[in-house]
């Protein structure tokens, strides 16, 4: 072999029900019967989804790469959730869940500080937009409207 069909070796996982499919770590290349599956992408209103169709029955990627790369699921009602970003569907990204669970890990980098929030309920007290608020701590007029709606009632 050479160097460079070593840089162009992907790693993929044989399904576990599924016979003769194989999935690499991020879903980007799946392969049913030595032949690579097409991936649809649709838009959904809060999120991208990806899908493939195998034996006329559509699979979403990340439910295929989850089962392949981090196992079953021990309960047949849990879904493949997104730990971080909802478009990246590698198995680190991904766990098993409930339905209805929490969606996403919040950053930790909030704008707002919680010494911030008493003097925003001021200001929104006093007759501030919030969209004035928002520029000057550097957010959105949705994140300071948040903070009307939970402390301000």
């Known amino acids: 072999m050479k160097k460079e069909d070593f840089e162009n070796l992907e790693e993929f ?3 576990p029900i599924i016979k003769n499919l194989k999935i690499n770590s991020d879903g980007t290349n799946i392969i049913y019967n030595e032949k690579v ?3 649809f992408e649709y838009d959904k209103k809060d999120r ?3 899908m493939v169709s195998v034996n006329r029955k559509s699979y979403t990627v990340a439910k295929l790469v989850c089962e392949a790369w981090n196992g079953l699921p021990e309960d047949e009602k849990m879904i493949a959730k997104h730990k971080y970003c ?3 569907d590698h198995y680190r990204n991904l766990y098993w869940g409930k339905r209805g669970e929490n969606k996403l890990v919040r950053s930790k980098l ?3 500080s919680s010494e911030d929030i008493p003097v925003i309920i001021d200001r929104i007290k006093k007759g501030d937009t919030l969209k004035k ?4 701590y550097g957010t959105s007029d949705t994140s300071i409207g948040r903070v009307k709606r939970r402390y301000l009632k």
């Open 133 to 136: 608020i928002a520029a000057d």
């Open 48 to 50: 991208p989804m990806r």
């Open 37 to 39: 599956l097409r991936i």
């Open 110 to 112: 909030s704008k707002i």
């Open 86 to 88: 909802f478009t990246d």
């Open 13 to 15: 996982r044989d399904h």
